[in-house]
């Protein structure tokens, strides 16, 4: 009787170490022999690094950026990319990826992606390596993206992107908006195409908006270089740009 | 007996020495309580900042040592000699790294720094899709701009200063770059004896420092108002010790009822 009890309790033990070894262990989003891609748990306290970027113009914004979608986030993750590169040398890096419940696809000239109702994005800013300023991306936010195809990419990808996402967000700081209020709050790149009047400085805005910013650190600097443009009005806006460029929903 | 005078010299030396050194920390303004403006020209970051002139880096690999190292040389000079960045084998406080994501972004810093927020550690990451986009002027430049991060500068909206916040091959390091970054080194401190200037703002003394010209802000307190003539006048009684005079010209429907000057 006893050595039944004690074998049975061994057998229980086992089981839950086991059971403990997975939980704990990484979750594997993609791996390969040169890549590894892990999950990783976000940090508590985030990491602010400060950038210098990069300009950017209108004939890449509406000419050359195959995907801008407007949808909603869910399922945000961290994920430690850590990869070999052609040289042989080992680099890591973090990103974020978050599945996105597309409303609309403004354009699409992707030959790859086709017109999917939910697709993987990569966004290049973690709780590891944030910037005042970018946007937040949290599930049950609704954004609008410009995005490229790693797919597609013409120049060796040694982190295999394509793998393990559709579409990879583009130059994020200026060009992921965020929709609250039935507004999107953007940068000075869009107020400027669309003029005044469309365009009204979010320190005009309502409280939402402003609470929105309040999440991208120092409130007082981003309200000056923030507007707000009406959904609706931006959305046309866009697509007018994507036509006048030769593009569109393909 | 002499031996007891001596002690008592000394004990009296040492309290002297404490106490004046007290006082000049307490005169001294430190760089957290200082804002900055377009008048200042210049940024910071936060509060951290390097604290001296001196910091050291080494790279992540030798690959990316072969290839950046040139532009890395050629932005720390732009610098000259207000700061002093140089390469060592090992036990450096910096890193230059390299990254592969395209982030919109040609190089980033960031830092880590101890509770008197002088820099500890720092790391400059190339983000190399876009930086080799760049011409070697404008490479130079990023370099630059990046090493005013690390010593603890913030953005600038003026496109001709290093500071500012997009690639550009034109900006370069100003005046104003330097004065931010000798208030960074501390080459340039803040006392007692610093010379500044009084500006108003609303009730708002901007208490600025004629040499960085960052400022400080004081909250002045009304101690008496008047009519006179077609203005108002209002007497303050600043903390900073300046009794001040200002008048606007007089509205009827915001100036309530006074007296005539006493």
Known sequence: ?250 | MLYSRVKWIYRVVLVVTCIFCFSLIASATSISSLCTDETSGWSKWDDRHMGGKYTTYSYSNSIIESEFSNYVEQGINMWGNSISCTQVDSGAEGTICASYLNIGATASVSSTFDSSGHVTSWTLTIYSALFNTGTSEGKTRTIAHEIGHVYGLGHVDDSSNIMYHTYSVTKSVTAADLRGMNLMTHSHNHSSTTSYNLEWLGTIHKKRCDTCLAYEEIQCTETSNWHSGQYHYFQYNCICGNYTLRKIPCNPTICPTQSVKP
């Open chain 1, 1 to 250: 009787m006893r050595k039944k009890f004690v074998f049975a309790a061994g057998i229980v033990l086992v089981v839950l170490a086991i059971a403990g070894y997975l939980l704990a262990a990484p979750r594997v989003v993609y791996r390969s022999d040169k890549v590894c891609v892990t999950e990783v748990s976000k940090l508590k306290d985030k990491v602010f690094s400060s950038y210098e970027w990069a300009p950017l113009d209108e004939g890449t914004v509406y000419g050359s950026i195959p995907v801008i979608v407007t949808g909603k986030v869910k399922n945000t993750r961290e994920v430690k990319i850590e990869f070999t590169d052609p040289a042989g040398q080992a680099y890591t890096e973090h990103i974020t990826l978050f599945e996105l419940t597309v409303s609309e696809y403004l354009s699409n000239t992707s030959v790859s992606l086709s017109k999917d109702p939910v697709i993987t994005v990569g966004y290049p800013f973690t709780s590891r390596n944030s910037a005042e300023g970018v946007p937040v991306i949290e599930n049950g936010k609704e954004f609008l993206l410009f995005c490229m195809v790693p797919a597609e990419y013409t120049y060796e990808d040694p982190l295999c992107l394509a793998q393990y996402m559709d579409c990879w967000a583009y130059s994020p700081y200026y060009l992921t908006l965020e929709k609250t209020d039935g507004v999107y709050i953007a940068d000075s790149f869009f107020a400027d195409q669309l003029g005044q009047g469309q365009a009204i400085e979010a320190q005009d805005g309502s409280a939402a908006v402003k609470a929105v910013l309040s999440q991208r650190t120092e409130y007082g600097s981003i309200l000056s270089g923030s507007y707000v443009v009406e959904a609706e009005l931006m959305e046309q806006a866009i697509k007018q740009r994507v036509e006048s460029f030769g593009q569109g929903v393909s």
